[in-house]
């Protein structure tokens, strides 16, 4: 016979077991799902048993789930030449679960979304000019695309998990303020907001940061290193710094503003009240109205022009962007440079400038080998390193999804 006393001591002992149990199953799915979704060629289920230690009676439970949420799929079988049940190949599910990555630049409004195979599925970039702009009109129109897009891929049956949102200045990722975005001429904003998007989980990070995971997550043949300096040039520049395949935020996640750099304190005053900043000697606008061209012309009319007339054009740019990232190098100790935006595609007139002034200005030049290479992400990279950060965050629980 039970009595009351240890009815209360049996449920005691029983809650925690219980706890610690579902949170070994959390944690087994996250292996499992890590297991399929890192590797180079898909694993079966014996592949991922060997993977993670797991049992394969577990694995085959844990994939079973994981395939009833749509997180991943089986391929044919195919045997090998072996006895035995054939192998079933396990891929991250196409086209189910997918996140968006929002992005305001002060010439484009942009929105992108992307799935757990890392293809984009569906996206809207506007030009656009939002220099000193109402960040409440602008934000709800990237809204509107956001809606828009989101349901077209919605309609096909996907579902999306969440969405990031990419600014160029600086932001608190803990608190979803924008403190200040000096081209935008944005300060002391909560845009999440203002995008009018309800419900949906929407996280505001910084633009260049973004653009550095997209290029940290690879997809092209020249895998990105593990440690590098990324810096993202448009009409502003931003930069991010990568230690180990993992961002170095600093204390608050405010670094990389490299664009506000001073390299001439006699230069032209900068749209954040100092003076001389490297945006206005390598912006895109600057370097356009260095080659006599409008500031707001598309980049193509800048490359149209360096292909037939060199690189005398963007010889300032070069020169003043190899001076900062000089003070970079030695203060940082980060030996690769990626140069994304505007400057990928200006590579060819830039690089030997770069290299140059690096040469003569990073102290360790004689000793190590300073690489400066084009980024491999692509256009808009921040709006594909917005979408793989939502779905990483699947990816780390996906007990939520099964």
């Not at 089986?74 to 997918?98: D, F, K, Y």
């Not at 984009?120 to 828009?148: I, K, M, N, W, Y």
């Not at 405010?254 to 001073?262: F, Y």
């Not at 000089?326 to 440079?337: K, M, P, Q, R």
């Amino acid at each position: 016979m039970t009595t009351a006393g240890t009815a209360r001591e049996t449920s005691t002992r029983t809650g925690p077991a219980a706890a610690r149990q579902h949170s070994l199953r959390e944690h087994n799915l996250e292996l499992v799902a890590r297991a399929v979704f890192e590797v180079p060629e898909p694993l079966s289920r014996a592949g991922v048993a060997a993977a993670t230690g797991l049992a394969r009676a577990t694995v085959s439970t844990l994939v079973d789930q994981l395939v009833a949420a749509g997180l991943v799929r089986e391929l044919p079988a195919v045997t090998g030449g072996r006895a035995g049940r054939p192998a079933v190949p396990l891929i991250p599910a196409p086209r189910t679960v997918v996140g968006l990555g929002l992005e305001v630049n002060v010439d484009y409004l942009g929105v992108r979304v992307v799935d757990l195979t890392g293809d984009v599925v569906a996206e809207q970039v506007v030009p656009g000019s939002f220099h000193d702009s109402d960040p409440t009109a602008v934000l709800a129109r990237l809204g509107e695309l956001a809606r828009e897009v989101s349901g077209e891929v919605t309609a096909a049956d996907m579902t999306v998990a969440g969405g990031r949102l990419a600014l160029p200045g600086l932001v608190d990722p803990r608190t979803g303020l924008l403190q200040v975005a000096p081209n935008l001429g944005w300060s002391s904003l909560e845009p999440v907001p203002l995008l009018g998007l309800g419900e949906l989980d929407v996280r505001v990070a910084n633009e260049a940061k973004l653009a550095a995971l997209a290029e940290l997550a690879g997809g092209s043949d020249v895998a990105a290193p593990d440690s590098f300096v990324f810096v993202s040039g448009d009409v502003g520049i931003g930069a991010a710094i990568v230690v180990d395949r993992a961002l170095f935020l600093g204390e608050r996640g405010w670094n990389g503003e490299i664009g506000h750099v001073v390299v001439d304190p006699a230069g032209p005053r900068c749209s954040c009240g100092a003076f001389g900043c490297l945006e206005q000697y390598a912006g895109k606008e600057a370097m356009m109205r260095a080659a006599g061209l409008p500031p707001d012309a598309p980049l193509d009319a800048l490359v149209s022009l360096l292909a037939d007339a060199g690189s005398r054009a963007v010889l300032p740019a070069g020169r003043a962007l190899g001076s900062a990232l000089a003070d970079f190098v030695n203060l940082l100790d980060v030996g690769t440079i990626v140069l994304g935006g505007a400057y990928a595609e200006l590579m060819p007139w830039l690089r030997a400038d770069v290299e140059s002034v690096l040469d003569d200005r990073v102290l360790a030049a004689p000793f190590v080998d300073l690489e400066v290479r084009a980024a491999q992400a692509g256009p808009h990279a921040a709006l594909t390193g917005g979408a793989r950060e939502v779905l990483r965050a699947v990816l780390a629980d996906p007990a939520a999804w099964v």
